[in-house]
């Protein structure tokens, strides 16, 4: 039996108890309920696409050159860059929301919501707010297959979120550009697929 219909079951069973209090659930409990099933119903389909991302890209992995111990950055760099090439080429139609899908958005942003306060997210925001000069930063537009935009630094990501959100594989991480949640695609240096306005301003 899966991790789902176990799950279902379990509501079953409490819906048809004999008590008065199975018999006539508050509403805030039906939407737990709903709420639980609909984010494991999305996490299984985003670990789907996360797994079927990771096996293209390691197919795709055995056709360049294996990256050698070096300290040539040039060398390191070409590598990278077949790689994302090949990617890019055999996910041409991939489009952001494909594997970050509606239902999946609603999960990260209530996760996003509670794994900090207001207040630490303000904090984490003002230092991404202007750079090394004290200008203002702005983020560029991002698109799924593009590079890591150029000037966009790796910035710190909280590991209150991280531990929030479904474990990546380890070609993939978790990454903030301005607003917008990124899973980007390190080996390759492209970013997989994004969550606009994922982070709300905080005043």
């Not at 509403?27 to 299984?44: D, F, H, K, N, R």
């Not at 999960?107 to 984490?124: D, G, H, N, Q, S």
């Not at 990501?157 to 917008?180: A, D, F, M, N, W």
Request: charged share 20%.
């Amino acid at each position: 039996m899966s991790t789902l219909q176990t799950v279902v079951c379990a509501v079953l069973v409490l819906s048809g108890s004999g008590s008065v209090a199975a018999q006539t659930p508050l509403v805030p409990e039906q939407s737990t309920t709903g709420q639980v099933l609909e984010e494991l119903v999305a996490t299984q389909n985003f670990e789907r696409s996360v797994s079927e991302y990771v096996v293209l890209h390691r197919f795709l992995e055995t056709m360049v050159p294996p990256l050698r111990v070096t300290t040539d950055v040039g060398e390191i760099q070409g590598a990278v860059r077949a790689l994302g090439m090949r990617i890019q080429s055999a996910r041409a139609t991939a489009r952001q929301g494909d594997v970050i899908t509606p239902e999946m958005t609603r999960m990260f942003r209530r996760r996003i919501e509670t794994c900090l306060t207001p207040e630490e997210w303000k904090a984490v925001f003002a230092d991404r707010a202007r750079d090394e000069e004290d200008r203002p930063l702005k983020p560029p537009p991002l698109y799924v297959n593009m590079e890591w935009p150029a000037g966009v630094p790796f910035d710190y990501v909280p590991p209150q979120l991280l531990q929030s959100l479904p474990t990546l594989p380890k070609e993939l991480q978790y990454r903030i550009i301005g607003r917008s949640l990124v899973l980007w695609d390190h080996h390759a240096n492209l970013i997989v697929d994004f969550l606009p306005g994922a982070f709300v301003p905080t005043t």
